[in-house]
């Protein structure tokens, strides 16, 4: 099997890209994980980068080239994927429509609901009696493109957003590699 490249666009702690580099040592995960971007300097998800030697860019996003920058690094490194994977910037029209190939998220609730940030916050105001996380298609909508594939858990008494943060990224894990897998299945 040939495996894609994919590129991972990070901002915080990465346990979903250190989910994504250990399913993708496996010969059968149809990608490789060939580059991480990220636009915070002190981001801890950088660390799985190093330790695993796995080229990256740390980008700032208040440079006005900073997007021709990264779409040449996703050239040279013949990126045919991206997985957003808690980064925290919205994908503009023009990056999108350059790079022409499919960009996939990672979001924390069951999409269309509770799109955008405190997604826990919101389901434990609203009373939800299930939660759970949602892998997508971006398009140029926040939060909004075609829905990949959805975990879900029935929220208890005590569970708090601690709790709920905790249960969400175990099922994030599960979900990301399962929808990269869906994805290519046919392919
Ligand atoms: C995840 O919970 C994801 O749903 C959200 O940001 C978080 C990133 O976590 N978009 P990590 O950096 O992968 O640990």
């Given at each position: 099997?040939?495996?894609?490249?994919?590129?991972?666009?990070?901002?915080?702690?990465?346990?979903?890209?250190?989910?994504?580099?250990?399913?993708?040592?496996?010969?059968?995960?149809?990608?490789?994980?060939?580059?991480?971007?990220?636009?915070?300097?002190?981001?801890?998800?950088?660390?799985?980068a190093?330790?695993?030697?796995?080229?990256?860019?740390?980008?700032?996003?208040?440079?006005?080239?900073?997007?021709?920058?990264?779409?040449?690094?996703?050239?040279?490194y013949?990126?045919?994927?991206?997985?957003?994977?808690?980064?925290?910037?919205?994908?503009?029209?023009?990056?999108?429509?350059?790079?022409?190939?499919?960009?996939?998220?990672?979001?924390?609730?069951?999409?269309?609901?509770?799109?955008g940030?405190?997604?826990?916050?919101?389901?434990l105001?609203d009373?939800e009696?299930?939660?759970?996380?949602?892998?997508?298609?971006?398009?140029?909508?926040?939060?909004?493109?075609?829905?990949i594939?959805?975990?879900?858990?029935?929220?208890?008494?005590?569970?708090?957003?601690?709790?709920?943060?905790?249960?969400?990224?175990?099922l994030?894990?599960k979900?990301?590699?399962?929808?990269?897998?869906?994805i290519?299945?046919?392919?």
């Amino acid at each position: 099997m040939v495996k894609k490249n994919a590129c991972v666009f990070i901002s915080g702690n990465g346990s979903n890209l250190r989910s994504l580099i250990n399913h993708s040592r496996n010969q059968t995960f149809p990608i490789n994980i060939s580059l991480v971007v990220c636009n915070k300097i002190n981001a801890k998800g950088i660390f799985y980068a190093k330790k695993y030697s796995i080229p990256y860019l740390i980008i700032n996003t208040k440079k006005r080239n900073f997007e021709n920058i990264v779409l040449q690094k996703l050239k040279r490194y013949k990126i045919s994927l991206i997985c957003l994977a808690g980064y925290m910037k919205i994908i503009s029209k023009n990056f999108l429509k350059s790079f022409g190939k499919k960009i996939i998220n990672v979001h924390p609730s069951l999409l269309p609901k509770f799109k955008g940030l405190n997604t826990f916050e919101r389901v434990l105001k609203d009373k939800e009696k299930k939660t759970g996380c949602t892998i997508h298609y971006v398009n140029e909508k926040l939060d909004n493109g075609k829905n990949i594939i959805q975990k879900s858990f029935f929220i208890s008494k005590e569970d708090n957003v601690k709790f709920l943060k905790k249960k969400t990224q175990s099922l994030e894990h599960k979900a990301f590699s399962e929808a990269i897998i869906k994805i290519y299945r046919y392919t």
